[in-house]
């Protein structure tokens, strides 16, 4: 008996079938006295369906950031209001509630929204009322009341914020991987199922483009110390288990993953001063839009002009008005030239063992050149190494670098 939060993502839920078994898993597992929290997103592609339909008004749609809101909000409420009513129909009684009717408030922010506060005193109500509990993954609403949306994969969040303020036994994300792999298993063919894996290098795999868990959902779980369990949809065998500490697995790899993401834009802004607030003047106009960057890289173009050329990377999606952003300001510094690429990817190496162990960067380099991949920028953290490759190279890098650190036994 016990509080549990069940998410299922968009490929679990992506037809009136696929809804209906879910129905009929939860009723099945479900133990006499249990509370069930069902989080849900939208039916399969729903979200990029939406996001082609405001193409089709306008090529860039993100410009309205609030009609964004409104409009993707409706997919999670077509899965919810499904869901509840597949409840019902198996004599199951359930009720569906929004992010906002969840009590799930935002800051301001519309498409990258923050949940700030949980207050689900609504949710404990129908609890207490014997419902099954559906809420709309990805949304909440700000101070007054407009909806806004948590990001890409943002269900994950609201579903382990939900469990976090509800202070529920456990957290549960169903999706279509029975776990979190060394490496996207459509990528690898021989990634590793891990047993567990920490919250820190979950959070910085998620960060570098492992898309099984949103970034902030992990932050989320570290916060209420509430551990995640990512499991199958379409199976009952256990998953993997984020949480603090490994509690079983012996850590057989230094490494413990390889991550990619070619959702990424390299931005190189030529011939800058090198004075300083320069960076400063870049970096801080594209905070102020909200625009996240990575990889920045500031290096030489010519000492006796004392000029150099700032590299780094953004989200695809954010490059539009990253540029229009990046054209300003250069043009107020004088910058020689602004160059776009869209054809980068960015390949990562994960793991807390990495610390201390020297070498392991010179391995990863080792196996990309051996692959014949050319590197065009690298980055680190405590816990891992990115480096930008060509797109077309992705595979192949990740594959190189996975049985380097994986070796097939
Ligand atoms: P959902 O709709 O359930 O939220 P997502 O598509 O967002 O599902 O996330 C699941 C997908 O994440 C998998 O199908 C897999 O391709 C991808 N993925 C990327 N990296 C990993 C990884 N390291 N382990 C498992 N899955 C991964
Ligand atoms: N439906 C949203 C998306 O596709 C949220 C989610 O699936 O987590 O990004
Ligand atoms: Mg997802």
């Not at 014949?372 to 690298?378: C, G, H, K, W």
Request: glycine content about 8%.
């Amino acid at each position: 008996m016990g509080l549990i939060v069940k998410k299922f993502g968009g490929s679990s839920v992506g037809s009136v079938e696929k809804i209906m078994a879910v129905a009929k898993r939860i009723i099945d597992e479900k133990q006499p006295g249990d509370k069930i929290v069902m989080v849900v997103s939208a039916m399969g592609d729903t979200t990029d369906d939406l996001i082609a339909l405001a193409k089709g008004i306008n090529k860039e749609p993100y410009q309205y950031t609030r009609e964004m809101d409104m409009l993707l909000t409706t997919g999670e409420q077509i899965s919810i209001s499904l869901l509840t009513m597949a409840f019902k129909t198996l004599g199951q009684p359930a009720v569906s509630l929004t992010g906002p009717l969840a009590g799930m408030k935002t800051n301001s922010v519309h498409t990258k929204g923050k949940l700030v506060d949980i207050k689900p005193v609504r949710v404990l109500a129908e609890l207490d009322k014997g419902n099954i509990v559906v809420v709309a993954g990805f949304q909440g609403c700000n101070e007054i009341g407009d909806p806004v949306t948590l990001g890409r994969g943002g269900s994950d969040t609201s579903a382990v914020a939900l469990a976090g303020a509800l202070k529920a036994d456990s957290c549960e994300i169903f999706t279509d991987v029975d776990g979190v792999y060394s490496a996207d298993p459509r990528m690898v063919k021989d990634a590793r199922k891990m047993k567990e894996i920490t919250y820190n290098e979950m959070l910085e795999m998620a960060r570098l483009g492992a898309g099984v868990m949103q970034p902030r959902s992990v932050e989320m779980g570290k916060y209420f110390n509430i551990p995640i369990h990512v499991r199958s949809t379409f199976t009952t065998k256990p998953g993997s288990f984020i949480r603090e500490e490994y509690t079983m697995e012996d850590k057989e790899f230094t490494i413990r993953g390889v991550a990619h993401d070619n959702d990424v834009a390299k931005i190189a802004v030529l011939g800058v001063p090198n004075n300083p607030g320069i960076a400063h003047s870049i970096f801080s106009a594209l905070a102020d839009a909200n625009v996240d960057v990575d990889m920045i890289v500031q290096s030489i173009r010519n000492i006796e002009k004392n000029v150099t050329d700032m590299v780094f990377t953004v989200a695809i999606t954010d490059l539009p008005e990253a540029k229009k952003i990046v054209d300003r300001v250069a043009d107020e510094l004088n910058a020689i030239a602004v160059l776009i690429e869209e054809d980068v990817a960015k390949v990562s190496i994960v793991g807390a063992g990495m610390l201390g162990s020297p070498g392991i960067a010179a391995r990863m380099f080792g196996a990309l050149s051996t692959a014949s991949v050319n590197i065009e920028v690298i980055s680190t953290s405590e816990i891992s190494i990115s480096c930008l490759i060509k797109n077309a190279k992705l595979k192949e890098a990740v594959n190189a670098i996975h049985a380097e650190f994986f070796p097939a036994k």
